[in-house]
C-alpha cells in the first residue's frame, strides 16, 4: 500500500516499530560482539595461565622430565605442546603422530615472542581452537616453543545463543511494540480526530463556532489556537464584506431611484422642454455619480485584493499641486473659496502621480463638501518622505471620528447629508498603503480639519517591485 494512503496512526506505529527494530538490532549486535569479546578474552586469560605453566615446568625440568610430560593431558577442552624449534614436537596431548597445531610461519614468530591463532581446526577437540605460543628456556639454555590451546565450541554455543534468542525474541517484541504504539498513536491523535470533526461542524450559518482546546498545554493546543485564530479573521473578513456589500447596496439604491424617477417623469408627455431638460440634467448627475461611485469601489475591491496597481515616475511637488488644484479652482470661486499652495522649493518625488492626484481631489472634495474657509495644501519633505496635508477652516471632524475616518462607507453625522457615500478617506488610504506610506488625522490647534498623507520619496518601501501589485491594506468596519 502506498506510504500516503495510510493513516497518520499507522505511519506513527510504522515509525516506532522501524525505530525500535532498529534499536533492537544495535542492542542484539553491541550484547553478541561484548559477548564475544568477553569469551573470547577469558579464553585468552586461561591460555597464558597454562601458557606460563608450561615454560615455568621447561624452566624447572626440561623436556625429558616426568613432571613435563604428567602435566600435558587436557582431552576435548584443549591441548597442549612442547615444540621445538624446528618444528619437532617434544611433547604432546594430542597424541602420537598428530603433528603440531602451528604453521611454520606462527612456530617462526612464537621463537621471537608470543603468537595467537584463532579458528584453528585441531582433531579430537570439539569445535574450532584458539591457541597461544610462546618461546620457554630450558635449565640447559635450549629455546622450545610452549602451545596452549582451547576449544572455541562454547563460545560459539553461546554466541548462538545469544542470536537466537535474538532471532525469536525480537520479532515478539516488535509485534507487542507495534500494538502498543497503535493504541498510543490512537490516544495521542484523538484530540486532532476531536478538532477535524469539530472543524468538519462549522459552517458559515453558524458564527461563532471554535475549535476544542485540547487539555494539554502542547504543540495540539498550539495549534487549535491558532486555528481558531484562523476562524476569527474569516469571521471578521466575511462581516466586513457583508457590511460592504450591503453599504454599497444602500449607496447605490439611491442615485438609482432618483435616475429612475427622472426618467419616467421625462416620459410623461405634458413635461415641457425646459422640465425635460432638467430631468435629464438631474439623471446626467446621477449617472456621473454612479460612475464615481463604480469606480471607488472598483479601487476599494483591488486594493483589499492586493492588486491595487502603483506605477511610480518622478514628479515636483509644487507642479503635482498645482495641477490638481487647477481642477477644483472653479468650483472653489462658485462657492467664495480659494485654494492655496505651499511647497518645499525643489522638491521631488518619486510616486504614481495619477494615484496621488486622485487621492488629493478626495481630500480637496471633501474640504470643499464639508468645510470651511482657505482650502490649504502644503508638501515638503523629511525623514525619507514626502509629507502632503490638505487643510480648511471649517469645523473639522467630530470627536472620536479619527479612528473611523479612513474606513469605507464612514461619514461623520452631520457629513451624511452633504452627499457623498464615503469611500474618498479610505481611497485616499488605500493609495497611501499602497505605496507604503499611510494617511492620518491631524488635529490642528485651531479650527478645521487637517488630513496628512506621507509617502516615501525614493519609492524603497516596503512594496512589490517595478512591474508587480502593491498590497494596500484598507480599514474596514
Known amino acids: 500500500m502506498s506510504p500516503r494512503r495510510l493513516s497518520i496512526r499507522a505511519r506513527l506505529t510504522a515509525a516506532f516499530v522501524a525505530a525500535l527494530a532498529v534499536v533492537l538490532a544495535l542492542a542484539g549486535l553491541f550484547v553478541y560482539l ?20 608450561l615454560a615455568a615446568l621447561v ?72 591457541i597461544l605460543a610462546e618461546p620457554a628456556n630450558s635449565p640447559g639454555g635450549d629455546t622450545f616453543v610452549v602451545v596452549a590451546g582451547a576449544s572455541t565450541g562454547d563460545r560459539g554455543e553461546a554466541l548462538a545463543g545469544i542470536a537466537g534468542a535474538f532471532l525469536v525474541g525480537a520479532p515478539l517484541a516488535l509485534a507487542l511494540a507495534g500494538m502498543l504504539g497503535y493504541l498510543l498513536a490512537t490516544r495521542a491523535l484523538a484530540p486532532v480526530e476531536s478538532l477535524r470533526r469539530r472543524a468538519d461542524a462549522i459552517t458559515l450559518e453558524r458564527s461563532g463556532e471554535r475549535l476544542p482546546l485540547p487539555e494539554a498545554e502542547d504543540e495540539l493546543h498550539r495549534l487549535a489556537e491558532t486555528l481558531n485564530a484562523m476562524l476569527d479573521r474569516i469571521e471578521a473578513s466575511l462581516e466586513r464584506e457583508r457590511v460592504f456589500v450591503a453599504d454599497a447596496s444602500h449607496e447605490l439604491r439611491t442615485p438609482l431611484a432618483i435616475l429612475r424617477a427622472e426618467l419616467e417623469l421625462a416620459r410623461r408627455p405634458e413635461r415641457t422642454p425646459d422640465e425635460l431638460r432638467a430631468a435629464l440634467a438631474s439623471a446626467s448627475e446621477e449617472v456621473d455619480r454612479l460612475s464615481r461611485l463604480a469606480e471607488d469601489l472598483l479601487v476599494i475591491a483591488r486594493a483589499d485584493q492586493g492588486r491595487l496597481p502603483i506605477k511610480r515616475e518622478p514628479v515636483a511637488l509644487s507642479e503635482l499641486l498645482t495641477r490638481v488644484s487647477r481642477r477644483f479652482a472653479q468650483r472653489a470661486r462658485d462657492a467664495g473659496r480659494t485654494i492655496s499652495i505651499e511647497a518645499e522649493p525643489g522638491a521631488r518625488a518619486n510616486v504614481d502621480v495619477i494615484r496621488v492626484e486622485q487621492a488629493l481631489g478626495n481630500l480637496i472634495d471633501n474640504a470643499l463638501r464639508h468645510g470651511a474657509g482657505e482650502v490649504r495644501l502644503t508638501a515638503s519633505r523629511r525623514d525619507g518622505l514626502v509629507r502632503i496635508e490638505v ?26 447629508t452633504g452627499g457623498g457615500a464615503g469611500l474618498g478617506l479610505a481611497i485616499v488610504k488605500a493609495i497611501a498603503d499602497a505605496h507604503g506610506g499611510r494617511a492620518s488625522v491631524v488635529r490642528p490647534d485651531g479650527t478645521g480639519a487637517t488630513v496628512r498623507v506621507e509617502l516615501p520619496l525614493d519609492g524603497t518601501a516596503t512594496e512589490p517591485h517595478e512591474g508587480q501589485s502593491a498590497r494596500a491594506s484598507v480599514p474596514r468596519r
Open 34 to 53: 561484548r559477548t564475544g569479546s568477553e569469551l573470547s578474552g577469558a579464553i585468552d586469560d586461561g591460555l597464558e595461565v597454562r601458557a606460563a605453566d
Open 59 to 130: 624452566a624447572a625440568g626440561g623436556p625429558d622430565s616426568q613432571e613435563l610430560t604428567g602435566t600435558l593431558f587436557e582431552g576435548e577442552e584443549g591441548f597442549s605442546e612442547i615444540l621445538t624449534t624446528d618444528g619437532r614436537v617434544v611433547a604432546s596431548t594430542l597424541g602420537d603422530g598428530a603433528g603440531t597445531a602451528l604453521d611454520p610461519a606462527t612456530l617462526a614468530q612464537a621463537t621471537q615472542g608470543a603468537a595467537r591463532l584463532d579458528g584453528v581446526e585441531v582433531p579430537g577437540l570439539d569445535g574450532d581452537a584458539r
Open 391 to 416: 487643510s480648511d477652516g471649517g469645523p473639522g471632524f467630530a470627536a472620536g471620528f479619527d479612528a473611523e475616518a479612513f474606513e469605507r462607507f464612514s461619514r461623520a453625522d452631520e457629513g451624511r
